[in-house]
């Protein structure tokens, strides 16, 4: 246990998304992103502990004979990091609703009137990136931008709205130092810890198209959608831990880049990410008809 809390001490944190979300792996998110025609919308996020995370809640009580507080997910304080990170957001509302499991969910509104000013952080964020802003445009924060960009077609008299997913990544950045043989060897222990915590880990984010459908093929570029809406990110447990050389990396806090990226990206099955590097960019458009010009004299 002496090495489990060294390592909890040790590791960073998201710029949005706490890495202890993705450690403890007791947790369910869900973002929904729904765009209007001229790059404004909203964010709805819900978030949940897992039946697991609620029963280790409740052992612990037990054990200490104690109340515990509010998870820090569901906490207003949390609330209050997700408003900064995000940025150009504003808060609509907020609310808790009981699941029919008897579990609790938050459930946050967001608005923002220029998606270009939001910003998406799902990629981890090293304190080694920290110290290469000015080699490496900014150090790669892992900033998820869905930058919204107008285009006029005047032979159609169409809109073509694109959103193209703007993401950094390590695999350009030359290897963080590794640990120590010794050190390394505390890690290793702990990692089929890290593993089990994470079976029930969920995570999406979709995009929500102001429209009905995406009728033309080459409105999506390498993203999957059904009708409307247009999966951005998805993971679940069950995939990440069949890449446990990926968490065993995340818990050391060492750089994940190159070849690893791709391999890693692999090596879970139904893992959906926008990680450029990989998958040669990502986006989609969705376009409005525009009346023709009148032709009375």
């Known amino acids: 246990m002496k090495e489990l809390?060294?390592?909890l001490k040790r590791i960073s944190v998201f710029v949005i998304v706490p890495i202890s979300i993705l450690l403890c792996g007791c947790v369910e998110i869900e973002q929904e992103i729904y765009m209007n025609h001229d790059g404004s919308g909203k964010i709805i996020e819900r978030v949940a502990l897992t039946p697991r995370g609620v029963r280790m809640l409740e052992g612990m009580k037990k054990r200490t004979g104690k109340e515990i507080g509010t998870p820090y997910l569901l906490s207003d304080e949390h609330l209050q990091a997700r408003l900064k990170a995000l940025g150009g957001v504003e808060l609509v509302s907020k609310r808790v609703i009981r699941l029919p499991d008897g579990r609790d969910q938050v459930e946050v509104v967001y608005s923002f009137k220029?998606?270009?000013k939001v910003k998406y952080c799902i990629v981890p964020t090293f304190a080694y990136k920290k110290k290469l802003q000015k080699e490496y445009r900014g150090g790669f924060d892992g900033t998820l931008i869905l930058k919204f960009t107008p285009e006029f077609e005047s032979w159609g008299r169409i809109y073509r709205e694109t959103v193209t997913l703007q993401c950094d990544t390590t695999a350009v950045m030359p290897p963080q130092p590794l640990c120590a043989p010794a050190e390394r060897q505390k890690f290793i222990r702990v990692l089929p810890i890290f593993l089990d915590m994470l079976k029930?880990?969920?995570?999406?984010?979709?995009?929500?198209a102001p429209i009905e459908d995406f009728e033309e093929?080459?409105?999506l570029t390498n993203l999957r959608a059904d009708h409307n809406k247009v999966t951005i990110y998805y993971a679940e447990g069950q995939s990440v831990v069949q890449a446990p050389s990926m968490i065993l990396q995340l818990i050391m806090n060492e750089v994940i880049g190159g070849a690893d990226l791709e391999n890693n990206q692999n090596a879970m099955p139904g893992v959906f990410t926008p990680w450029p590097a990989i998958h040669q960019g990502r986006g989609c458009r969705f376009m409005k008809s525009v009346p023709a010009p009148s032709k009375n004299p």
Not at 200 to 208: D, G, N, Q, V, W
């Open 5 to 7: 809390t060294f390592i």
């Open 114 to 116: 220029d998606s270009n």
């Open 200 to 208: 029930e880990f969920k995570l999406s984010m979709t995009l929500i």
């Open 217 to 219: 093929r080459d409105m």
